[in-house]
Protein backbone atom coordinates (compact mmCIF):
# COMPACT_ATOMS: atom_id res chain seq x y z
CA UNK A 1 0.00 0.00 0.00
CA UNK A 2 1.69 3.46 -1.11
CA UNK A 3 1.50 6.62 0.93
CA UNK A 4 -1.79 8.21 -0.60
CA UNK A 5 -3.89 5.23 -0.33
CA UNK A 6 -2.30 4.76 3.18
CA UNK A 7 -3.53 8.35 4.02
CA UNK A 8 -7.15 7.79 2.37
CA UNK A 9 -7.31 4.71 4.66
CA UNK A 10 -6.79 6.54 7.54
CA UNK A 11 -8.92 9.18 6.79
CA UNK A 12 -12.03 7.14 6.03
CA UNK A 13 -11.48 5.52 9.36
CA UNK A 14 -11.49 8.71 11.44
CA UNK A 15 -14.57 9.78 9.50
CA UNK A 16 -16.12 6.43 9.74
CA UNK A 17 -15.54 6.84 13.99
CA UNK A 18 -16.68 10.29 14.60
CA UNK A 19 -20.11 9.49 12.31
CA UNK A 20 -20.85 6.44 13.89
CA UNK A 21 -19.52 7.28 17.26
CA UNK A 22 -16.86 4.60 17.51
CA UNK A 23 -13.34 4.09 18.18
CA UNK A 24 -11.46 4.31 15.52
CA UNK A 25 -9.44 0.67 16.39
CA UNK A 26 -13.33 -0.51 16.40
CA UNK A 27 -14.20 1.13 13.16
CA UNK A 28 -10.43 -0.58 11.86
CA UNK A 29 -11.28 -3.81 12.97
CA UNK A 30 -15.01 -3.95 11.36
CA UNK A 31 -13.67 -2.93 7.96
CA UNK A 32 -10.96 -5.57 8.24
CA UNK A 33 -12.75 -8.33 9.18
CA UNK A 34 -15.56 -8.16 6.71
CA UNK A 35 -13.57 -7.55 3.89
CA UNK A 36 -14.12 -3.86 2.88
CA UNK A 37 -10.81 -2.96 3.96
CA UNK A 38 -8.74 -4.87 1.61
CA UNK A 39 -11.12 -5.40 -0.87
CA UNK A 40 -13.39 -2.44 -1.59
CA UNK A 41 -11.29 0.72 0.11
CA UNK A 42 -7.57 -0.23 -0.79
CA UNK A 43 -8.28 -1.29 -4.04
CA UNK A 44 -10.99 1.33 -5.01
CA UNK A 45 -8.85 4.57 -3.97
CA UNK A 46 -8.53 5.85 -7.08
CA UNK A 47 -12.03 6.31 -7.38
CA UNK A 48 -13.14 6.86 -3.78
CA UNK A 49 -10.85 9.47 -3.43
CA UNK A 50 -12.33 11.31 -5.83
CA UNK A 51 -15.55 11.39 -3.70
CA UNK A 52 -17.13 14.20 -1.41
CA UNK A 53 -16.24 13.77 2.22
CA UNK A 54 -20.52 13.05 2.78
CA UNK A 55 -21.31 10.71 -0.27
CA UNK A 56 -17.82 8.43 0.58
CA UNK A 57 -19.10 8.32 4.23
CA UNK A 58 -22.65 7.18 2.52
CA UNK A 59 -21.30 4.95 0.47
CA UNK A 60 -18.94 3.19 3.13
CA UNK A 61 -21.89 3.02 5.76
CA UNK A 62 -24.27 1.78 3.67
CA UNK A 63 -21.91 -0.99 2.39
CA UNK A 64 -21.12 -2.01 6.19
CA UNK A 65 -24.50 -3.10 6.00
CA UNK A 66 -24.88 -4.73 3.20
CA UNK A 67 -21.94 -7.05 4.73
CA UNK A 68 -23.45 -7.13 8.31
CA UNK A 69 -21.07 -4.48 9.60
CA UNK A 70 -23.61 -2.48 11.16
CA UNK A 71 -27.09 -3.01 11.62
CA UNK A 72 -29.32 -0.61 9.28
Known amino acids: MDKKTLEFVTYCIAKLALLLKLPQ ?8 NSGILYDYIVPSYDVLHTFSSRYLMEDLTEYMKEKGVLKS
Open 25 to 32: HEVYIRLK
